[in-house]
């Protein structure tokens, strides 16, 4: 790494993201997690449960809030105040530790790609071995298609984005600036649409919509996003789903989500802005959900949800009458027995 704490404070205190910087100019040779810390590291710490391993590993400089810095400032090392430490990890690594796709991965084009004569391929463009870029494609500049991932005719990338190995990009699909889909999904698969006749035989209907991938999407590993019937399926600005996630046909979700794994969300839907959900997520298919829910245990979503609160279990209630719920549950046996006793009593 080797970037003076100088530099790095000045490069985020104008973002209000490092407010103050305490203590002496070093070097920063890497930035290591706090309990395998060594000299000349930089650290994220963001609880006084880490003091003991800052004392013993020596990092020449640590990312703490002004409520820690107290705690901190008698240690031989420098400090950087933020407002935010989870953020400032975020974008400090971003700027200075993360994977450097363009020396990585190959340096322009490899022999292997496939690109149609009607493709319109910038050479800031990487692709890599095996890569296939279909009839009219068009890309943005700075772009980088791994090994094995196949853009299909019609599809446009815009500039920044990364796409993983093993990826596939259906056809007229639209994925914005600074996206990454990671390995094995798949964009713009036809989506399950089928009509049964009196023997419940069933006939597929066309889906010839499109997929719409907004700015700074992130799309994790063996992802399903289901081209539209007639019209698209949306995924808003900035939103980000997990590893296994599925997405069906005319799904509009809002900008900013998380969508950790396991998240499947049926037709139709229409998820708002800023929403979670935890792990093994499933929303029904035509419903409406508001901005700002959090969905938790597993949630099995079956109506509309109007109003933004912590939602758990199948179906979804608010979480406090969810947990009630629970742990009237785990006393039922003995509410039985009670039960019981007292229907014998009576009768006697």
């Known amino acids: 790494m080797k970037q003076n704490i100088s530099d790095i404070f000045n490069d985020f205190k104008n973002e209000n993201l490092l407010i103050e910087m305490i203590g ?3 070097e920063i040779l890497r930035i290591a997690p706090v309990d395998r810390s060594a000299p000349g590291d930089l650290v ?3 609880n006084i449960k880490y003091i003991d391993s800052v004392k013993k590993n020596k990092p020449a400089a640590a990312v703490v809030s002004s409520e820690l810095s107290e705690k901190f400032q008698n240690l031989p090392l420098t400090l950087l105040i933020t407002s935010n430490v989870s953020l400032a990890h975020a974008l400090i690594r971003q700027k200075y530790s993360d994977r450097d796709l363009f020396k990585t991965e190959w340096d322009s084009r490899h022999p292997s790609a496939v690109i149609h004569e009607s493709a319109s391929i910038p050479e800031s463009c990487i692709l890599g071995p095996n890569a296939v870029i279909g009839r009219d494609v068009q890309m943005g500049e700075n772009c980088v298609i791994m090994a094995n991932s196949t853009i299909e005719s019609g ?6 984005t990364v796409i993983h190995p093993g990826v596939i990009v259906g056809y007229n699909s639209v994925i914005g600036k600074n996206v990454i889909i ?12 089928f009509a049964q006749d009196q023997n419940r035989r069933s006939y597929r209907i066309p889906q010839t919509g499109r997929v719409v991938i907004e700015d700074d999407v992130v799309i994790g590993a063996n992802n399903c996003i289901d081209r539209a019937t007639y019209n698209e399926t949306r995924i808003g600005r900035g939103t980000k789903l997990d590893n296994l996630c599925h997405v069906a046909h005319n799904v509009q979700i809002g900008e900013d989500c998380l969508l950790t794994a396991g998240f499947v969300v049926a037709g139709s839907t229409k998820i708002g802005n800023r929403v979670i959900a935890s792990g093994q997520t499933g929303i029904l298919d035509h419903l409406s959900i508001a901005d700002d829910c959090i969905f938790v245990h597993r949630a099995g979503v079956t109506e509309n949800i109007e109003k933004a609160d912590i939602y758990a ?6 979480l406090k009458t969810y947990m009630k719920n629970i742990a009237i549950f785990r006393k039922i046996d003995n509410i039985r027995k009670s039960i019981l006793n007292l229907e014998k009593k009576f009768s006697e």
Do not use: R, T, Y
């Open 182 to 193: 990671k390995s094995g999904s798949v964009i713009g698969s036809e989506g399950f649409g």
């Open 44 to 46: 994220f710490v963001d």
């Open 24 to 26: 002496e100019d070093a």
């Open 155 to 160: 599809a446009s990338i815009g500039e920044g």
């Open 313 to 318: 279990g199948l179906p979804v209630l608010p």
